[in-house]
Nanobody, 127 residues
Framework: QVQLVESGGGLVQAGDSLRLSCAAS????????VGWFRQGSGKEREFVAA????????YYADSVKGRFTISRDISKNSVYLQMNSLKPEDTAVYYC????????????????????WGQGTQVAVSS
């Protein structure tokens, strides 16, 4: 069993930056894809970014490309989401999620392929 714990959310102003962290316990991320999703109030959960743990290949939603960066620290079994130039529309609960190990599919943007989820961390961006 894998437990994911997010941290780093908060209230910031437009243009500011935040760094979210996702720490895994119980098992490593070996071979998994680890993603960040977000869900704004009254909206559906949407894909933000993902990283293939083994190769470090990254994927981004068009809405955050160039502003957000996903990275990993293998020694800490953690994934990070650096969010720059934040906009009010980035306001949401951000969730960390991981697939099962050795996930090889190219489907990384669908929430249904992720087996493990964190509890979420709130990000609020004021204008």
């Amino acid at each position: 069993q894998v437990q994911l714990v997010e941290s780093g959310g908060g209230l910031v102003q437009a243009g500011d930056s935040l760094r979210l962290s996702c720490a895994a316990s119980g098992r490593t991320f070996s071979g998994a894809v680890v993603g960040w999703f977000r869900q704004g109030s009254g909206k559906e959960r949407e894909f933000v970014a993902a990283i293939r743990w083994g190769y470090g290949v990254t994927y981004y939603a068009d809405s955050v490309k160039g502003r957000f960066t996903i990275s990993r620290d293998i020694s800490k079994n953690s994934v990070y989401l650096q969010m720059n130039s934040l906009k009010p529309e980035d306001t949401a609960v951000y969730y960390c999620a991981a697939t099962t190990p050795y996930y090889t599919s190219t489907n990384y943007a669908s929430s249904s392929v992720y087996h493990y989820w964190g509890q979420g961390t709130q990000v609020a961006v004021s204008s």
